[in-house]
């Protein structure tokens, strides 16, 4: 279901697991993880994308982009980049060598996130969420083991994230859309609370192993749907584990999709092809396919206004 429309990819070593969520019941249609666990210069993937967003939330080693509305940045360190793609965009993403003498692992989450159709032809835009911003719960359960839950959507025990853009589904009252990262210390127990009647939720067990999910042992590397209506005791095994979690109320329209194009109709999917064709989502305005930022550049965003941004925290090192 993901290709690259157009680009390059050289001098690298990556692995990527792609998951597929229903797209007529789930507002979020895909996951993709890149593990990227190499020393060398650069990973450049040149992609377009229509009538969704994508939320890509970043480990430790940084990620770079452009786009062709003149935006760039790069971002790391529990960074998220929130992209609403609308009528249609290209954007390249590099992983630049930040530590010459040590390896540079990225371990990189591309959720793709449907638009309503009111919202698929919105002019494309993005959204950071910085690292610092993005609220952290620490739960201890009766044997002292701990449980951290970050927050990239959806609110917890009182406390909220930054909001989603505006034309996300994420940012509907009563969507009941949640992201969030989930890591167990060895034989930690800890209850999932419910999420409203009508929500769709899924688990994705991406490392760690022996997982139960009330009495149900779940092998590693796996996607688990479950209930979203009822609280889940979770309980991990020998060593630590992670979890994402991913929820949402169905958008309830048709879903079609092609490639990274998710549209309502066959008729939209082949005019969002054919616009790309005809006019590249606006046409490449960077020198090169694969453009780098200068190597001791820290964390930033430049919107395609020329607004600059950064985290709060975070100069004088190339992850800021």
Known sequence: MVEPVAGSAHHYQVSMTIKEL??????ICLL???????????????????GLAFALTIGPVARAWRDTVGAA???????????????????????PLTESKKPNPLELFQIWLNLPARN???APHFKMLWGPQIPHREMVDAAGRRTRVGLVAGAYDGHKPPAPPPD???????????????????????TLPAASAGTNRTL???????????????????LVEVRGDVALPLTSGDEELELLLLQG????????????????TRAEIQQAMADYRRTQFGGWPWKSDDPVHPREESRFARHADGKMERPVLGVGNPLG
């Open 249 to 264: 109320r169905p958008i309830g329209e048709p879903v079609v999709t092609h490639g990274p194009f998710v549209m309502n």
């Open 120 to 122: 698929k032809m919105v």
């Open 73 to 95: 940045g790069r971002y790391g360190r529990g960074d998220t980049q929130w992209m609403t793609a609308g009528a249609g965009i290209l954007h390249a993403e590099m992983f």
């Open 32 to 50: 993709m993880q890149i593990l990227h666990h190499c020393g060398t210069p650069v990973l450049c993937l040149t992609r377009a994308g229509a």
């Open 168 to 190: 996300s589904w994420a940012s509907q009252a009563g969507s009941d859309v949640a992201i969030w990262t989930i890591k167990m210390d060895a034989k930690a127990t800890w």
């Open 204 to 222: 994705y067990f991406f490392s760690g192993s022996g997982l139960r999910i009330g009495d149900r042992e779940i092998p590693a590397q796996r």
């Open 22 to 27: 229903s797209t007529l019941s789930h507002p």
